[in-house]
């Protein structure tokens, strides 16, 4: 991909939590907060008990889990504590420097093109 393409890329972030997790309740509105703060990203609230085919092998075990990705690469994909702060230099952190962080799992792109498949267009936030 060429620097032009790489800089026009569309930048996902997905929030992967469950409805019966309180702590992603109580994240949902930091989430939304930071939706409306990046209009230039495209943020999704993803249900993965909703979505199990999406999902794939993919097992998420802590919640709230976030993936953060541009065009078709997937940068971030683990737990995140539900901090402001924290979520606030994440996003910033892989803006400045896109760069896929070390022990992503294998499938975390196909997972993302699941998801970008039918998934993340219907969850936005």
């Known amino acids: 991909m060429d620097s032009t393409a790489s800089e026009q890329a569309t930048w996902w972030v997905a929030c992967l939590c469950a409805a019966w997790c309180g702590v992603c309740r109580d994240w949902q509105p930091l989430f939304a907060e930071q939706a409306a703060s990046h209009p230039d990203m495209r943020f999704a609230w993803v249900d993965v008990e909703d979505e199990d085919d999406a999902m794939g092998e993919v097992d998420i075990e802590t919640f709230p889990t976030l993936l953060v990705a541009r065009g078709a690469e997937v940068l971030y994909l683990a737990p995140i504590p ?44």
């Open 82 to 125: 539900p901090s402001a702060t924290q979520f606030k230099r994440l996003l910033a952190g892989l803006q400045a420097q896109p760069v896929a962080a070390p022990g992503l799992p294998d499938d975390a792109n196909a997972l993302l093109r699941r998801l970008q498949a039918d998934v993340l267009p219907r969850t936005l936030v």
